[in-house]
Every structure is written in C-alpha cells, then in structure tokens.
C-alpha cells in the first residue's frame, strides 16, 4: 500500500468517525428541558408604556401567584416521591 | 357338651364379627384424618396465595396510581417539548404496562394455586422498585422545575411592564430610585431562580436505576436530593422577586 493510498484511507476513516461523533451527539437523549430551558429560552421583549398598564401588570401579579401557589403542590409530590416505602410482600 | 360347643362356635363368631367391624372402623378414621389434614393444608395454602396475591395487587395498583398521576403532570408541563412529553411518558406507560401484566400473572397464579410462579413474581415487583423509585421523584423534579421555569417567564414578563413605567417615571423626572433598585433585585432572583430550574433537571435528567448497586443508588439519592434542594432554592427566588413587585407597584402608586 502506497503512502498516498494510506493518508486517503485515514482521511475517510477519520472522517466517518467524526461522522458517527456528530450523529451520536445529535441523538443523544439528554435532558427532558435541556432544548427547551437552555437553548430555545427566549428573552422578553422589552414593551412600551401604553402595554404596562395597570390592568396588564395586575393580570401579571394574578398570573404569577397562582403559579407560585402550586409550588406547595410541586413540593410534596418530590417528597412524597423521595420517602416513598412500598408495600411489604408476603414470603412464600 | 353339644351345648357348650354351639355356645363356643357362636361367641367366636360374634368375636370376630366384632373384631372386622372395629378394623373397619378404625381404618375409615385414618382416612377421614388424612382427607382433613390434606384439606386443611390445600385451604392454608390457598389462603396464604390469596393474601401474598392481595398484598402484591395493592402494591401494583398504588404504583399505578403514582405512575398515571406523573403521566398527567408531564402532560402538563409548558416547557417540555411534545417530543420531550411523549418520550418521557413511553417510560411511564412502558412502566405502567409491566405492573399490568404482573397484575394479570399475579391472578393466574392465585388462581392455579402456582406457588412459584407467584413467588416469582412477586419478587419481580420488589425488583422493579428500583425503577419505580427512581422515576417518581425524578418525574416531580423535572415537572417542579418546569413550573418554576414557567412562572419565572410570568415574572419576566412583569418585569418587562414594570421597567416600562419606572423608564416613563423616569422621564417624567420623577424619583424612581427605591423602584428602579427593587427591579433589579426582582431581575436577579428571577434570573437565579431559572438557573436553579436548569440545575436541578440536569442533575437527574440522566440518572438510571441502580439495580442493586449501592453505589449507584446512594449517588442517585444524593442528586435527587441536591436537585431537591436547587428546587427549593428557585422557588424562593421566585417569592422574593414578587415580594420585589410589591415594592415597585406601590412605589409606581406614589409617583402617579
């Protein structure tokens, strides 16, 4: 085998393992948010006075509480999920 | 003497009579014995196949339940993607199907009085714990964060309209000092808040079952438990930053 032939043949063998690298990082199952939370968080946009009303920052705050009123919810199911004990089964 | 022949004759036969009907008897009481011993054991075990099968049932059914409730709070979520949603909720349902059919093998072997069979499969829901304990908090984690990552969006949003008047306030020469220094606290913690978010679903999003291995499971506690805690800490963020709103609406309210 000729010099050439082997830097060709390490050439495509490189390059199909970099091939196989980029596909497993695309399919790799990885966090349920990660897309989501990380990559796709959008910024809001910054709005004009005539949108921040009193009624609109109201709607916000109603928006915002009740929310944060099922974090007790959120809350005991974690904890329910972390003290979880299963049923003793009978020895036979 | 002919007398006391016939009488001989007749006593011994009314000895041997007696004797027949007594080795008759006595025989029947061993078998009426043997039929309850074996009568009484076939009952214990049924019982006791009955009970280990009702234990197993409600077992199966109560991670059913927990497994469904789960689904539902996936399902619910705003920040997962559909993709994300049906990928997680294909480990659910997988899971929810296992402990359907334990439950239908579980009748069977009741039914056919199986012991081992029942045995057997009543140590494959003990096994399958692991993945049951695993999913659960792992799947209340990733929904609490979901809904800390929604409401800090909310927040934002409030913040968006709430830096609009502080800037027309501004403008308009008023003082907005004590406002303007309360958003940017608000801005901090809400900002906080969703790294917190982020953190805890990256500590357990990977997590596997420990099958066994202590190792694994004491670092899979360790970070349900420190993801737990980033939970926590985001959720107080969040009460913060509406106690900040607080304070911006009424300052805003004094300089109208």
Request: charged share 20%.
């Amino acid at each position: 085998m000729s010099n050439t032939t082997k830097t060709i043949f390490s050439i495509v063998v490189l390059a199909i393992l970099v091939g196989l690298v980029w596909i497993y990082k695309d399919n790799k199952p990885g966090s349920l948010m990660s897309e989501n939370t990380t990559s796709t968080e959008s910024e809001v946009a910054p709005v004009s006075v005539s949108a921040a009303t009193d009624a609109a920052i109201q709607a916000d705050v109603s928006k915002l509480d009740a929310q944060m009123n099922s974090f007790s919810e959120d809350n005991t199911s974690i904890d329910k999920g972390l003290n979880d004990e299963p049923i003793a089964q009978d020895q036979i | 003497m002919k007398k006391t022949l016939i009488t001989s004759l007749s006593l011994s036969l009314i000895l041997a009579g007696s004797l027949s009907a007594f080795a008759q008897t006595s025989s029947v009481g061993v078998d009426v014995r043997t039929n309850i011993g074996v009568n009484i054991r076939a009952q214990a075990k049924s019982q006791g196949l009955a009970h280990a099968s009702d234990r197993a049932n409600q077992e199966i059914s109560r991670r059913i339940n927990a497994l469904n409730g789960l689904l539902g709070r996936i399902n619910a979520m705003i920040r997962l993607s559909a993709d994300q949603k049906a990928g997680f909720a294909s480990t659910i349902n997988a899971e929810i199907k296992n402990m359907n059919d334990l439950k239908v093998k579980i009748e069977a072997d009741k039914n056919g009085n199986n012991t081992s069979s029942l045995r057997s499969n009543i140590q494959s829901i003990t096994k399958s714990y692991r993945i049951f304990s695993l999913i659960i908090p792992q799947g209340a984690i990733q929904a609490a964060a979901d809904r800390i990552l929604a409401t800090a969006r909310t927040a934002k949003e409030l913040g968006a309209k709430l830096q609009a008047r502080i800037t027309a306030a501004q403008e308009a020469g008023k003082d907005t000092q004590a406002a303007a220094t309360a958003l940017a606290d608000f801005n901090a913690k809400v900002a906080d808040a969703e790294v917190q978010a982020r953190a805890a679903v990256d500590l357990v999003a990977s997590l596997k079952p420990d099958n066994g291995d202590p190792a694994i499971m004491q670092s899979n506690t360790k970070a349900l438990m420190d993801a737990r805690a980033k939970i926590k800490l985001g959720q107080e963020d969040l009460l913060k930053a509406r106690a900040d709103a607080k304070i911006i609406i009424q300052a805003l309210a004094k300089l109208q």
